[in-house]
């Protein structure tokens, strides 16, 4: 089993930015499915995966040159708690548009 010089096991670290990037993901595409219309879907859907591949790269550079300047440990410590935060903010967003989206439809059933 790879282990790193701290002697933290490699597939620790994986698994928890692997989580956090499964909770973005479902929470993203949710949040479009929700609150975008059908016929914009495709093209929302298109600009955020370009986004999101964008940020890929980006997001390896960035841990790239925090790798060489910072310890491993601390790289990884500090990007993945940034996306555990940034996962739990996806979801409350996508909690608030949940609940405006059921609001609306209530509303709707109300006012036929």
């Known amino acids: 089993m790879a282990q790193w010089k701290s002697g933290i096991p490699q597939h620790k670290y994986n698994t928890s930015i692997g989580i956090s990037e499964v909770i973005l993901t479902i929470t993203n595409q949710t949040v479009i499915q929700i609150g975008i219309d059908n016929q914009y879907q495709g093209r929302v859907f298109s600009v955020s995966e370009a986004g999101w591949n964008c940020s890929l790269?980006?997001?390896s550079v960035i841990g790239g040159l925090l790798n060489d300047w910072l310890s491993l440990t601390f790289t990884f410590t500090t990007l993945g708690a940034i996306?555990?935060?940034?996962s739990i903010y996806q979801l409350f967003t996508f909690l608030k548009t949940s609940k405006n989206v059921n609001n609306?439809?209530?509303?709707?059933?109300?006012?036929?």
Do not use: E, P, R, V
Request: proline content about 0%; aromatic content about 6%.
């Open 83 to 86: 996306l555990a935060l940034y």
């Open 104 to 112: 609306n439809i209530q509303k709707t059933n109300i006012d036929s």
């Open 57 to 59: 790269l980006i997001g």
